[in-house]
């Protein structure tokens, strides 16, 4: 929320006002970068688990309860799915 400043309300009612803000956006959690490299961190981590579930020989994909068409259409996803 931004304040505009008129005749109304002066300079120092604004800066109290932004000091405010500031304060409770600290408290709101991590900013849009960290955010982005988190998913970026949690594509790449979904990416190479789909590329080793594309890697597993049928005895195995057996074991984890998966067909070979099934696993193939896993891996084929988008990174970001």
Do not use: Y
């Amino acid at each position: 929320m931004s304040v505009i400043v008129n005749s109304l309300t002066s300079l120092k009612e604004a800066a109290a006002f932004s000091r405010k803000e500031a304060a409770a956006s600290s408290h709101r959690g991590p900013g849009w970068g960290l955010r982005f490299l988190h998913w970026c961190a949690q594509c790449s981590e979904r990416s190479q688990q789909r590329q080793a579930l594309a890697e597993l020989d049928d005895h195995f994909l057996k074991d984890i309860g998966k067909t070979r068409p099934e696993a193939m259409a896993e891996a084929a996803k988008p990174f970001w799915k």
